[in-house]
């Protein structure tokens, strides 16, 4: 049965013991995102926190936090019915009777995709106008936070000309009663809409839904191409049409069953600093000027509960929800992308920082066609550093990836580095936000080489530490960025790492034991165009031919976000207060 809003859903985790209702008081400043993390560490349940300090709300958190309630709130349907539509798609022509005839639901499938408008919707039982924003549990979740966050807020915009709709998750800021940042990064749906509408020199109208059926949560965040309106997949993810009622003085339809809605403008040319927040990078996207968002109305159930999440260091609720969505959109890889058969982005990155595929070369160097075909399609374009082979590999099994592609990669061709292109706004790698350059790494054909899988040799003296990530690849512990930046180059020049085709800088090898923190300290701490360096570079027919060992600089650099690390005592706080939110649980 579709899961019709938010409260079905929670009485569904109820029943499936995925949800634990705190009872005790909770403060939305820190401790209610401490509890979350150690919560979603320990692979536990969704938390209803009952009575938050400061409002009236209760807060629910960690809702998609592991496979099982993100199936229990989706099931195999959707992935099916994608299968089935992709299948149907490639082997239609020439029609016939018995392909029609095998894929008849899809018609009957296709009548539940959009909406219906209905003419009530519990949303529009309380209107507050003025706005009063300081009546929401509004979490604030990082100690250097700008200020409290709305964390999981459904953006809805329409396009200023043709009225093509966006519903996006972007974060919101509470700078008062009645205003939030609006932070709308560069590739992102919303903003093509505000970028329209300010070139108008018009305000763009907004509403924010919180809450409502899973599917429209999860729609909000899968990164579609442009004209396909998230809407559309919410339904398909919901198994029906999605109920929207309009009130009297709002811009735009709204989810008839969601908790909340934010109703205003966003005009054209104002700006205010945003952060800094706590991201899901793992550290501090920093203070930039963003658009504002002046909220006039808000709706919300009598009885409204609060969505809200944490992120932070990987993995958070967020890397579950972006596994999920890579598995139910990978059927339609093939068919956007003909020359690609599997693709996987790593969420330990943040998702934008590393990408892999496996692609068709029938043809030479038809791998590099593929490659540009991914880094020129939507949110693809914002990947950092993409690893393409040609035949068949575990791409989730990251060290197996690595030590397949190390196995045939020709330096002197298959490393392509591109410099001053766009890169993600969290990725503070570059040498300004938004700016950058990605690498290309190509690994294709039969192994060209045995790999190393020990190292035995002597280190120089500035090293304290050589671990093995796998064959081929050894992380090196060295000394500080500040103190020597020049100490990657000095490494592929180094006799004993000559047979080793990559090489790893860090400032801790203790990450090569676990590959998660590989991927997370790797891929989030360099640049490519700043940080590749090789035992010997030369130009050939305007390409950058190196000779290995390669060597990437993953130290942490000057200027680079700190950490995410929780506050002492707020720690402490939890420490001492974990009997009182779950007196029936273990500790």
């Known amino acids: 049965m579709p899961l019709q809003n938010l409260r079905q859903f929670l009485d569904l985790l109820r029943h499936e013991r995925e949800l634990v209702t705190v009872e005790a008081e909770v403060d939305p400043h820190l401790e209610v995102a401490e509890i979350h993390r150690r919560v979603i560490e320990q692979n536990g349940p969704a938390l209803l926190f009952k009575r938050i300090k400061g409002s009236s709300f209760p807060v629910v958190t960690n809702l998609f936090g592991n496979p099982k309630r993100i199936e229990l709130a989706f099931g195999t349907r959707p992935l099916a019915l994608i299968r089935q539509a992709v299948n149907f798609?490639?082997?239609?022509?020439?029609?016939?009777?018995?392909?029609?005839w095998q894929n008849h639901n899809l018609?009957?499938?296709?009548?539940k995709l959009g909406i219906r408008r209905v003419g009530h919707g519990p949303v529009l039982e309380v209107l507050d106008s003025p706005a009063d924003l300081s009546k929401l549990p509004v979490l604030t979740t990082w100690k250097e936070d700008g200020g409290p966050f709305i964390t999981l807020p459904l953006v809805y915009t329409e396009h200023p000309r043709d009225r093509r709709h966006n519903l996006g998750i972007y974060r919101l800021q509470c700078y008062d009663t009645t205003s939030t940042g609006m932070h709308w990064q560069i590739q992102k749906g919303g903003g093509f809409h505000y970028s329209e509408a300010e070139h108008l020199n018009e305000a763009l109208p907004v509403s924010v839904f919180l809450g409502g059926p899973p599917a429209l949560i999860l729609a909000a965040i899968s990164p579609l191409p442009e004209n396909i309106g998230e809407l559309m997949i919410a339904s398909l993810l919901a198994g029906e049409r999605i109920s929207m009622v309009r009130d009297g003085p709002g811009p735009h339809p709204v989810p008839a069953e969601c908790e909340f809605v934010l109703q205003g403008m966003v005009p054209p040319c104002e700006?205010?600093?945003?952060?800094?927040?706590?991201?899901?990078?793992?550290?501090?996207?920093?203070?930039?000027?963003?658009?504002?968002?002046?909220?006039?109305?808000?709706?919300?159930?009598r009885d409204a509960v609060y969505p809200a999440t944490v992120v932070g260091k990987p993995r958070?609720?967020?890397?579950?929800?972006?596994?999920?969505?890579?598995?139910?959109?990978?059927?339609?890889?093939?068919?956007?992308?003909?020359?690609?058969?599997?693709?996987?982005?790593?969420?330990?990155?943040?998702?934008?920082s590393l990408a892999a595929a496996v692609v068709h070369e029938r043809y030479g160097r038809e791998a590099i066609a593929s490659a540009f075909r991914i880094l020129g399609e939507g949110q693809l374009s914002l990947t950092k550093f993409l690893i393409v082979t040609d035949s068949p590999v575990d791409l989730k099994n990251f060290p197996a990836l690595l030590e397949h592609v190390l196995d045939r990669v020709y330096w002197e061709t298959d490393l392509f580095v591109i410099s001053n292109v766009s890169m993600d706004t969290l990725d503070y790698c570059g040498p300004e936000i938004n700016r950058g350059s990605?690498?290309?790494?190509?690994?294709?054909?039969?192994?060209?080489?045995?790999?190393?899988?020990?190292?035995?040799?002597?280190?120089?003296?500035?090293?304290?530490?050589?671990?093995?990530?796998?064959?081929?690849?050894?992380?090196?512990?060295?000394?500080?960025?500040?103190?020597?930046a020049r100490q990657a180059e000095r490494l592929a020049q180094w006799k004993a790492f000559q047979d080793w085709p990559l090489l790893i800088l860090v400032d801790d090898a203790g990450i090569a034991r676990n590959p998660s923190l590989f991927l997370w300290s790797v891929f989030t701490r360099f640049e490519p165009a700043a940080d590749i360096y090789a035992a010997r570079t030369q130009v050939l027919r305007h390409h950058l031919c190196y000779k290995g060992p390669i060597v990437i600089d993953a130290r942490?650099?000057?200027?680079?976000?700190?950490?995410?690390v929780c506050d002492a005592e707020i720690s402490k706080r939890v420490d001492e207060r974990w009997r009182e939110y779950f007196p029936s649980r273990p500790s």
């Open 89 to 100: 798609a490639e082997t239609f022509l020439p029609p016939t009777f018995a392909k029609l």
């Open 107 to 111: 018609a009957w499938e296709g009548l």
């Open 271 to 301: 700006r205010r600093l945003e952060g800094p927040f706590g991201d899901h990078y793992g550290y501090y996207s920093l203070r930039h000027e963003y658009p504002v968002f002046h909220v006039e109305r808000i709706y919300h159930r």
């Open 316 to 352: 958070q609720e967020d890397f579950f929800i972006g596994e999920y969505l890579q598995e139910l959109l990978s059927p339609l890889f093939p068919l956007v992308m003909p020359g690609v058969k599997e693709l996987w982005s790593y969420g330990e990155t943040g998702f934008h």
């Open 438 to 484: 990605k690498a290309i790494l190509l690994g294709t054909g039969c192994p060209v080489r045995p790999l190393p899988g020990t190292f035995q040799g002597g280190i120089p003296v500035d090293v304290s530490e050589v671990q093995v990530f796998c064959l081929g690849c050894l992380v090196v512990a060295g000394l500080p960025y500040s103190a020597d």
């Open 556 to 564: 942490m650099k000057p200027g680079y976000p700190a950490e995410l």
